[in-house]
Nanobody
Framework: QVQLVESGGGMVQPGGSLRLSCVAS????????MAWYRQAPGKERDLVADITRDGSTSYTDSAKGRFTISSDNDKNTMYLQMHILRPEDTAGYYC?????????????????WGQGTQVTVSS
């Protein structure tokens, strides 16, 4: 079992900043990719940014230049630093981790989701 715990959400005024964290825990796992998704009410869950184990990152157009994704592989922790927040950034933000269960001889892949943390941008 891989458990993810997100934190750092909250309410902020337009133009403000927030830093989200996601900690992954589980025995016998190797993480390949960590990502942040977000989902606004009535909308689909969309990718915001992701980072691979070797540090390669990608962002959606709306996140480029404002958000920075980073990770600490030793701590199985991922961060999303968000600046210049806009009302349209309001959503539940979800951590997703993909990897391999290396303690299992068959080495199956896994994909786990966190419970989400709410970000509200409003004046």
């Amino acid at each position: 079992q891989v458990q993810l715990v997100e934190s750092g959400g909250g309410m902020v005024q337009p133009g403000g900043s927030l830093r989200l964290s996601c900690v992954a825990s589980g025995r016998g796992i190797s993480i390949n990719t960590m990502a942040w998704y977000r989902q606004a009410p009535g909308k689909e869950r969309d990718l915001v940014a992701d980072i691979t184990r070797d540090g390669s990152t990608s962002y959606t157009d709306s996140a480029k230049g404002r958000f920075t994704i980073s990770s600490d592989n030793d701590k199985n922790t991922m961060y999303l630093q968000m600046h210049i927040l806009r009302p349209e950034d309001t959503a539940g933000y979800y951590c997703n981790v993909k990897g391999t269960v290396i303690s299992d001889l068959s080495r199956p892949d896994f994909s786990s989701w966190g419970q989400g943390t709410q970000v509200t941008v409003s004046s």
